[in-house]
Nanobody
Framework: QVQLMESGGNLVQAGGSLRLSCAAS????????MAWYRQAPEIPRELVAA???????NYANSVKGRFTISRDNAKNTVYLQMNSLKPEDTAVYLC??????????WGQGTQVTVSS
């Protein structure tokens, strides 16, 4: 089982940047897919970005060109670089890791608040 711990959330003005980190308790070099999701009040959880072990990325249309997901296997950490932040990016951001078929591990989340 993998434990995930997010960090880096903060209050930032619109147009600003943040980098989120997701530290894993176990090596991530064998985890096929790592992803960031976000959850805002009264809005369904949304996939923000995903990165496979083979380097394939997938982004929500709303963040394409602004957010970048990356992973450092040596540090067992996944990052989400967020630029040109907008108030609608405000949410709790959660890290997820794919486990055995049908299993996904989740962190507790980190709050990102973007003021206008």
């Amino acid at each position: 089982q993998v434990q995930l711990m997010e960090s880096g959330g903060n209050l930032v003005q619109a147009g600003g940047s943040l980098r989120l980190s997701c530290a894993a308790s176990l090596g991530i070099s064998t985890i096929s897919r790592m992803a960031w999701y976000r959850q805002a009040p009264e809005i369904p959880r949304e996939l923000v970005a995903a990165l496979t072990l083979g380097g394939i990325t997938n982004y929500a249309n709303s963040v394409k060109g602004r957010f970048t997901i990356s992973r450092d296997n040596a540090k067992n950490t996944v990052y989400l670089q967020m630029n040109s932040l907008k108030p609608e990016d405000t949410a709790v951001y959660l890290c997820a890791a794919d486990g055995p078929p049908g299993v996904q591990y989740w962190g507790q989340g980190t709050q990102v608040t973007v003021s206008s």
